[in-house]
């Protein structure tokens, strides 16, 4: 296993579309336990393939307390959804930043599993909020996106100072 890079905000590369897994073989497989490694390091509760410049629809997570419950989705799509509800949400790719989002309370998903198997999952809370944004990360949307252009501004320009010390 490997820890992976995250690319970080405002990284055009963020934006691009990722493509959809045609087989689920042993290099996605590889690519998943990377991407769940990266996470548990980071440390984070998500992680989307872009985030590691990998444009291929997988993304991780884990929301569990004691982080011990991976789940991986390929594939993944919301095929349901209700309610809304806001909650204050970071993103590895924009570390050190909080704020809230309103996003749909409940989703249904469908993807494929690590063996390739298709499945369905209902999410709510924490892990409801989580794949949805790990979904968009997919689409190049990231949680910037929903809020204020004079909040994404300023986020933007402390990614940039951020980036300028630590290189
Ligand atoms: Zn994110």
Known sequence: MAILHILRYPDPRLRNKAAPVARVDDEIRRLIDDMLETMYQ???????????EVSKRVIVLDVSEQRNQPLAL??????????RETMDEGCLSVPGIYEPVERAQRVRVKALDRDGRPFE??????LGVCIQHEI???????????????????????????RRHTM
């Open 136 to 162: 968009d990360h997919l689409e190049g949307r990231l949680f910037v996106d929903y809020l204020t252009e004079m909040k994404r501004r300023r986020i933007r320009k402390k990614m940039e100072k951020l």
């Open 121 to 126: 999952m209902e999410a709510d809370g924490l």
């Open 42 to 52: 980071a440390p984070g509760i998500g992680l989307a393939a872009p985030q590691v």
């Open 74 to 83: 390929i594939n993944p799509e919301i095929v349901a959804q209700e309610g």
